[in-house]
């Protein structure tokens, strides 16, 4: 099992940044990836970003890429998410996920809020 807590969300202006944390704990030695998802007001949930745990090797959706990083601490067993240049459709609850195999996502933190006003 794993086990994922994720922070580090609130409100924040149009053009702004934010930094989001992923805490693993658990059996973390065998995750293959961890990424971020969200879930905008109305909207399904959707791919952000991922990094995978061994190589660092990241993936990011087109709509995040060139603003968003996705970053991993194997030591702290952390993911962290620095969003720049936010805009208002990057509001939603962002969700930390991860997965042992490559196959779904099976392990979920409880989500954090973003907001991005204009």
């Known amino acids: 099992q794993v086990q994922l807590v994720d922070s580090g969300g609130g409100l924040v202006q149009a053009g702004g940044s934010l930094r989001l944390s992923c805490a693993a704990s658990g059996r973390t030695s065998s995750m293959y990836s961890l990424g971020w998802f969200r879930q905008p007001p109305g909207k399904d949930r959707e791919f952000v970003a991922a990094v995978w745990w061994s190589s660092g090797s990241t993936s990011y959706a087109d709509s995040v890429k060139g603003r968003f990083t996705i970053s991993r601490d194997n030591a702290k067993n952390t993911v962290y998410l620095q969003m720049n240049s936010l805009k208002r459709e990057d509001t939603a609850v962002y969700y930390c996920?991860?997965?042992?195999?490559?196959?779904?996502?099976?392990?979920w933190g409880q989500g954090t809020q973003v907001t991005v006003s204009s």
């Open positions: 996920a991860a997965r042992r195999t490559s196959g779904e996502y099976n392990y």
